[in-house]
């Protein structure tokens, strides 16, 4: 359940939810696909790189079992993850936006992983691969702009392996009285001119990102979502202050058949 201040912090967002339509965020992402790993870089100080880094020392891939990496962009945790299985781990990348792919296979090329990287166009909510099958399925900032988050989380259960993890990485709200009242007005007021700046689009994409983060659950809150699709052990990492946070969980075994 949200606190009082969760409430409120949401109206500030907007109070109306955004819009996360598959057209809208397949064409939004489109449209900032050029600049978008410049931005992520500076609008973090580089911290990203070392959240992706984070992610892969704590819930690491086994050689030789596949990773998933859902909503993966521009492929920088798919490529961090084929970096942290030394390439015995065959790694697959999933997006609904071709322009992001498109960049994301030639850093595939550019890092010489195009045989244990591969980059696939579909959408989270609909995934063309086999149940039971990765070893770690995993997010980076992409679950929040799935336009409906259950179905999702379901996917990405359904296609671990019984005694998989599911990793989410993923902007959340820093709780301290200064540190939050800072990060909201970053957060609301500075980030979406600097983003616009850089990377002029008509979807407003840098003001869609903190009313999104902001609407979207975190905390207590998430590890309850999981929790309802069936995952278990239940942990979650706050990163640089609770900026953003790493949520994992694990698919059941099976028990035997009786």
């Not at 020392?57 to 030789?64: A, I, Q």
């Amino acid at each position: 359940m949200a606190t009082g201040t969760e409430s409120s912090e949401r109206l500030e967002a907007g109070g109306i939810p955004v819009d996360k339509s598959s057209r809208r965020v397949r064409s939004m992402f489109a449209s900032i696909a050029g600049k978008y790993d410049l931005l992520n870089h500076l609008l973090s100080l580089n911290i990203d790189r070392l959240w992706r880094r984070f992610t892969t020392r704590t819930v690491p891939p086994e050689p030789g079992v596949p990773v998933l990496d859902c909503c993966t962009g521009t492929a920088d945790l798919a490529l961090a993850y084929d970096r942290a299985g030394r390439g015995l781990s065959p790694v697959i990348g999933s997006d609904f936006c071709h322009e992001m792919l498109r960049l994301g296979n030639s850093k595939v090329r550019g890092a010489g992983a195009s045989d244990r990287v591969t980059l696939i166009e579909a959408d989270t909510q609909r995934l063309p691969l086999p149940g039971d099958t990765f070893g770690v399925v995993t997010v980076a900032f992409g679950l929040r702009n799935v336009s409906d988050t259950a179905r999702g989380i379901d996917e990405m259960v359904r296609v671990a392996r019984p005694g998989g993890k599911v990793a989410i990485l993923e902007f959340s709200r820093p709780r301290g009285p200064l540190l939050g009242r800072l990060y909201l007005f970053f957060f609301r007021r500075i980030l979406p001119r600097i983003g616009q700046a850089i990377a002029p689009n008509s979807d407003r994409a840098y003001h869609y990102l903190p009313t999104s983060v902001l609407q979207f659950p975190d905390g207590q809150e998430m590890l309850d979502l999981l929790a309802a699709r069936g995952l278990t052990e239940l942990r979650q990492h706050p990163l640089t202050f609770g900026i953003a946070t790493l949520y994992v969980g694990t698919k059941p075994r099976r028990g035997p058949r009786g």
